[in-house]
Every structure is written in C-alpha cells, then in structure tokens.
C-alpha cells in the first residue's frame, strides 16, 4: 500500500477538481476558476482554484498544498499548544510534511451562506528523516448572515451521518470544538453557526487507516451539505440595507481569521509560504461600522443570538 503521504495528497487533488467541477457547472459552465500551480522554494507545491466576482461568488477559492521541509521555531511553538507530539521545548526546527485542501466560498448573495472547509495531514520527522508523529485534522463550518433554521439542520445532519459510520461520539464532540474553536473572543460571538473541527487525531484514536476514512467521507459530504442551500439561496431578492449586513458580519470573517485563526497564523510562519493562497480565505470586501446594533425584534437580532449562545441543530 501506498504511503499515507501519497495516498492523501492523490485524494485532496481528485476532491479538488471535484468541487471545481460541480462550482463552474453551477455557475452555468461558462465561467472558469483561476487556475494557479506554484512551487514552494523550501519543498512542496500546491494548486489554487480562486473566482473572483462571477455570477455566484464574490470570491471563490478552493486550495490544495503539499509542503515539506523544516519547521522554524515560530511555526513550532503556534503549533505545540495544540499537538501533543511538539511538547518538548528544546526543539528548535523539527522536520514535516504536510497535505491539506482548504476551501473558503463567499457568495454575493447575503441570503446564501459563506461556508469554509480544510482537512489536512500532517507528519513529523527527526532530522534522519525517521517518523516521530501523525495527524489529521479538519472540519467545515457555515457563516450565514440571515438564518434558515432549514439550511442550517440540512448542513449539521449530513455531516453528522459523515461522523457516524465512523464513531457516534464524532459529531457531537466536534462539533462543540467547532463551536469553541470559532469564537471570537472581543466580540463575544462565534463566527458563524458552525459544523465540526478536529485536530490531532493520531493512533491514539483510531488507526491511521480508519482515521483516513473517516476525512475522506467529511470530504466528500461537502457537496451534498452545501449545494442544496446554495440552490436555493444564490437568487433570492435582498435590500441594500441585507447587503451592508453581510458586509459587517464579513468584518467579523476577517478579524477572526487574521487575528484568532491558527492556520492562518501557521501558514504566515512558515518559512516560503505563499501569502496569496494562506489570504485567499479573506472576502473580497468588507465593512466596519462604529458600534453597530441590530434593531430589536430583526432577522439580523436573530442571528445574533444564536452567535452568542450556540444550539444544537440535529
């Protein structure tokens, strides 16, 4: 059998032409991503797939790297809080390998929701090349700006059957990490209504091969969670006033990703990473508003309250 190294980045490439694929078609086969294949000086390369103001998307992008090399002490210590394999303080650079495909979608639409996904695997080696740690980690998550309670049960059930042909504890321990993971704290909300996360999934859950399957089935859920909502949402009518509500909750896209998220903040520390691909999950636009409230009573007070206290859709 193949190295997982190998057999993860074959399955991320094939997903990724996959949703490529099913995007451009939704868009009406005509438009086409941005197609860019860079190489990564210090070892890897990667593929972005990046739309930019089409009929659907204000921006699009849907990223698969490959990197190796060494990990600085910077990248370490954003890393050792979170992955038990990195607990030893005296290391300064440790060798890696890592594959992930990362994917962010913001639609003009404020009626249709932004979703992000990544699911990754990473390696360790000593400087011999020998294996020191495995892992997987990942998750999807949706960010609306208006709720449908229909849109939200339909995503959080279709990974919740993805979680449970593996563990039935999958889900809901997720997806309450989810919850954790995407809130931000000076705000005192969470990003959106979430989904699932996960991180350092090693042998010490499961075998590597079952662990495998279990990312491949969250990956291939994808589709069947959000296009059904996208569907329906991508061409309903909204004010201008629904549109500068999505711009505010856009803002809140941002400071959670620059300031809170750890794979942005991984990928800026890591020696020869590709700026452009690490921001693609960055809307295109954006607002901030100087102490902006809901009016009482609105769809946007309703979605705020579920941002401040979470629930469980399914």
């Not at 438009?31 to 089409?54: E, H, M, N, P, Y």
């Not at 339909?154 to 809130?183: G, L, S």
Request: proline share 5%; hydrophobic share 35%; net charge negative.
């Amino acid at each position: 059998m193949s190295p997982m190294r190998l057999r993860m980045e074959s399955f991320i490439k094939d997903q990724q032409d996959e949703i490529v694929k099913a995007l451009e078609t939704l868009e009406g086969g005509q438009t086409k991503f941005r197609r860019d294949t860079w190489q990564r000086a210090a070892g890897g390369d990667g593929i972005s797939c990046v739309l930019q103001d089409s009929k659907i998307f204000e921006k699009a992008g849907v990223n698969t790297s490959v990197v190796y090399g060494t990990l600085p002490r910077a990248a370490i210590q954003k890393m050792r809080v979170n992955h038990k394999a990195l607990d030893d303080p005296d290391i300064d650079s440790l060798e890696f390998f890592a594959a992930g495909l990362s994917m962010v979608l913001h639609p003009h639409n404020p009626m249709a929701p932004t979703v992000h996904l990544n699911y990754r695997y990473f390696e360790t080696m000593d400087k011999n090349g020998e294996g020191k740690a495995w892992w997987f980690g990942g998750g999807t998550d949706l960010t609306p700006s208006f709720l449908f309670d229909e849109d939200v049960i339909h995503f959080h059930r279709t990974i919740k059957e993805a979680c449970e042909r593996h563990n039935r504890d999958f889900y809901p321990r997720f997806k309450a990490w989810c919850d954790r993971y995407f809130y931000i704290p000076h705000r005192g909300e969470t990003r959106g209504i979430g989904g699932i996360f996960f991180d350092d999934l090693d042998e010490d859950q499961n075998s590597q091969e079952e662990l495998f399957s279990f990312v491949q089935d969250c990956l291939k859920a994808f589709l069947p969670s959000y296009l059904p909502i996208l569907e329906r949402r991508k061409d309903m009518s909204y004010s201008d006033k629904e549109k500068a509500w999505q711009q505010l909750r856009r803002g809140r896209y941002v400071e959670f990703n620059l300031v809170h998220d750890r794979g942005t903040s991984f990928g800026l520390n890591t020696p020869g990473a590709r700026v452009e691909s690490i921001l693609m999950s960055l809307p295109l636009t954006a607002r901030w508003q100087y102490m902006h409230e809901p009016e009482t009573g609105s769809r946007e007070e309703k979605l705020m309250s579920v941002l401040k206290e979470p629930r469980d859709w399914v």
